[in-house]
């Protein structure tokens, strides 16, 4: 069975290589730094559209983000109304939410403001509003038939490069399994990358979302997927993230780290929105569903253990790697150098605070979550090495908090047993 099953998977792995190289090479018109906003907002204006709808969360309501985007709106001449409704890993119900808004407030445009989530909803409200209900005809690859409404994005984390792919990921409430929507059809029109608006995240918030757009980078590079030009964007992507991440988890004020962050996760993400990713991401994805972790935190957690599973079959692309960030000098072979850069990024994660474990595994759900890991990546990632069920659960175990060692019975003292009388004096 499971040979089959890996022959049907090299196959559905040629198979998404043709369709990647048939996919259009397009990108958002992109403004980048400090004016950046201001600049997207009268470009918006020149359009010529009417009324944007701002989809964002609460939380960037509360940090005054929305208030200073809307001022440049405002500033542009542009009418807009916002749907703040967006909350973490989004659902149906929420998308729909958006729509209804979208329609009642006359909106023929929408802007992303936020993370991935944020970016996520954006898109499918903005296909909504082009195609119509129900949003489930339009789940899988290239169901949007029509072209959304105008899209437009600004990232608040340096992470899900979403402002540059063509996906977008939506919970269903019922059944809490992730559904995707891959088309070419949803990618922005036009994106801001504002490194101002990047310098009040958290520390913990920049490392996570950090390390997410290195693993993007990372597992378009070793894909079977890649190409010469995906291969540059993710260099270019990891090079950034290895020289800046640690700059701005130490000083979140540091505006030339956030601008250099930002442009990773754009970097990765114009790499892996042609080639895909892989069992990392899979196994991220069933961290979430199980216990709400953050994306980007699970992708850092899992990714080393991926790479050390992936490595005999990847060792020559992890080489190539270990030798950008500068850790393959003296090395003696393409292996060696495989586990140099495999231990880099285990020391980049603990120079920005991500453990090595994820304490929220329980034991008991570790069947559970290979079996939904292995199905998601069976035939939609180009992953460079098979994993099985049993292999997956064995990494997953790994990356489970350890368990603690049993205790040797300890012996009764001599003076306290039966019989004993006291000490000797």
Known sequence: MESLKKLL????VRIGKLVAAFLPDRVPVTFVGSDAVAELCESIAHSGVAKLLLVTDETLVRLGLVERVGASLDAAGLRWSVYAGVLPDPTFDQIAAGYDQLESDGCDAVLALGGGSPMDAAKMIAALGANGRPLSKLEGRFKVRLAPLPLFAIPTTAGTGSEVTIAAVVSDSTSHEKKFFLDPKLLPLMAALDPTLM??????????TG???????????????STAQTERYARLAIRLVFEHLPVAYRDGS???????????????????????????HAIAHTFGAHYGTPHGLANAIALPH?????????????????????????????ADKADRFIEAIRELMGEVGIASHLDSIERED???IARQACAEAFLNYPVPKYMTEHECAELVGRIAPPQPQPQPESQPSPWTSAGAIGRPG
């Not at 310098?199 to 996570?208: D, E, K, Y």
């Not at 390390?211 to 997927?225: G, N, Y």
Request: include cysteine.
């Open 9 to 12: 998977h090299g196959l559905a």
């Open 199 to 208: 310098s009040g995240l958290p520390p913990a918030v920049t490392a996570a």
């Open 306 to 334: 991926v790479l050390e599973f992936s490595k005999s079959e990847a060792r020559g692309r992890l080489a190539l790697l270990a030798d950008l960030v500068g850790v393959g000098c003296g090395a003696t072979s393409d």
């Open 366 to 368: 570790i069947g559970a």
């Open 254 to 280: 540091d505006l030339a780290a956030r601008k250099a962050m930002a442009l990773a996760s754009y970097y990765a993400g114009l790499a892996f929105t042609r080639t895909s990713v892989g069992y990392l």
């Open 211 to 225: 390390m997410d757009a290195l693993t993007h980078a990372v597992e378009s590079f070793i894909a079977k997927t």
